[in-house]
C-alpha cells in the first residue's frame, strides 16, 4: 500500500519581466522586481519557493504581475507590483501561500500587496 504524499509542494513565483511601468513606458520593471526577489529569498525560503520569469500574463494594464502557482494548489494572478515597495510583500505572500494547503490565503492573512492586487485566482488543475 503506498503511503499518502506529505511533500508540500513547491510554489513557484512567475514574474512578468516585460510589463511596462505606468510611468513610463520604456522601463521594464519586472526584471528589478524578479531580481529584488531572488536576492531577498532566505536559504529557508528557497527550499519552498522558487521565482522564474516570464513574458506577458495577459494583465498588462496591472504592472508588474506575477502569478503564484504550486502543484495542486490554487493559483493565483497578482498586479500592480511596484519593484522596490513591494518585494517584502511577495516574499511574505509566497510563504502564506506556501503555507496554504489549498494555495487560498484569507484576504485578513494577505500583505497588502497581495489584498490590493488580485486579479484573479483558478482551481487547481485536473487530475488525470
Ligand atoms: S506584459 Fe506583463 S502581463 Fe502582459
Same mark, same amino acid.
Given at each position: 500500500?503506498?503511503?499518502?504524499?506529505?511533500?508540500?509542494? $513547491?510554489?513557484?513565483?512567475?514574474?512578468?519581466?516585460?510589463?511596462?511601468?505606468?510611468?513610463?513606458?520604456?522601463?521594464?520593471? *519586472? $526584471?528589478?522586481?524578479?531580481?529584488?526577489?531572488?536576492?531577498?529569498?532566505?536559504?529557508?525560503?528557497?527550499?519552498?519557493?522558487?521565482?522564474?520569469?516570464?513574458?506577458?500574463? *495577459?494583465?498588462?494594464?496591472?504592472?508588474?504581475?506575477?502569478?503564484?502557482?504550486?502543484?495542486? $494548489?490554487?493559483?493565483?494572478?497578482?498586479?500592480?507590483?511596484?519593484?522596490?515597495?513591494?518585494?517584502?510583500?511577495?516574499?511574505?505572500?509566497?510563504?502564506?501561500?506556501?503555507?496554504?494547503?489549498?494555495?487560498?490565503?484569507?484576504?485578513?492573512?494577505?500583505?497588502?500587496?497581495?489584498?490590493? *492586487?488580485?486579479?484573479?485566482?483558478?482551481?487547481?488543475?485536473?487530475?488525470?
Amino acid at each position: 500500500m503506498s503511503q499518502p504524499e506529505t511533500t508540500v509542494p $513547491k510554489t513557484t513565483v512567475y514574474v512578468c519581466t516585460v510589463c511596462r511601468a505606468k510611468d513610463d513606458p520604456e522601463a521594464r520593471p *519586472g $526584471k528589478a522586481l524578479l531580481e529584488a526577489f531572488d536576492a531577498r529569498l532566505s536559504a529557508e525560503d528557497r527550499a519552498i519557493v522558487t521565482a522564474e520569469p516570464v513574458e506577458c500574463l *495577459g494583465v498588462c494594464s496591472r504592472p508588474c504581475t506575477v502569478a503564484m502557482a504550486a502543484r495542486g $494548489k490554487w493559483t493565483y494572478v497578482l498586479g500592480d507590483f511596484d519593484t522596490a515597495a513591494d518585494v517584502d510583500d511577495l516574499i511574505e505572500s509566497a510563504r502564506r501561500y506556501t503555507a496554504s494547503e489549498t494555495g487560498l490565503v484569507p484576504k485578513k492573512d494577505r500583505p497588502e500587496a497581495m489584498r490590493k *492586487g488580485v486579479i484573479s485566482r483558478t482551481p487547481p488543475a485536473p487530475r488525470g
